[in-house]
């Protein structure tokens, strides 16, 4: 499985409601926190620089919600990892966390 990362905040009480996680500090130990976080064993991270070409344009207008995230292996998910404030960011879609996922 391989996709983006979106992310509500509203899993920690945030009011941003949707998101992206941006690349920024994020590592491979990041994108298996996030795959394990789906159900998955392991991740490798890579950016989706195709992304505003491939996006719907509502989906054009969300934000980041994390940005800055530093996972370490323990974590059991990426709210959980060292992160910016939620919403605070500097990322362009260019900069949007793509992750594939395996068994």
């Given at each position: 499985?391989?996709?983006?990362?979106?992310?509500t905040?509203?899993?920690?009480?945030?009011?941003?409601?949707?998101?992206?996680?941006?690349?920024?500090?994020?590592?491979s130990?990041?994108?298996?926190?996030?795959?394990?976080?789906?159900?998955?064993?392991?991740?490798?991270?890579?950016?989706?620089?195709?992304?505003?070409?491939?996006?719907?344009?509502?989906?054009?207008?969300?934000?980041?919600?994390?940005?800055?995230?530093?996972?370490?292996?323990?974590?059991?998910?990426?709210?959980?990892?060292?992160?910016?404030?939620?919403?605070?960011?500097?990322?362009?879609?260019?900069?949007?966390?793509?992750?594939?996922?395996?068994?």
């Amino acid at each position: 499985m391989a996709g983006i990362i979106d992310l509500t905040s509203a899993l920690v009480g945030g009011k941003l409601g949707w998101g992206y996680v941006c690349d920024d500090m994020f590592s491979s130990v990041a994108a298996t926190v996030a795959c394990r976080q789906l159900g998955y064993l392991s991740g490798k991270m890579g950016v989706a620089l195709a992304l505003t070409l491939d996006l719907d344009p509502q989906d054009r207008k969300r934000s980041f919600v994390l940005d800055d995230v530093r996972c370490k292996e323990g974590d059991a998910n990426l709210i959980s990892c060292d992160h910016l404030p939620l919403g605070v960011h500097n990322c362009g879609l260019s900069e949007t966390v793509k992750v594939k996922c395996s068994r």
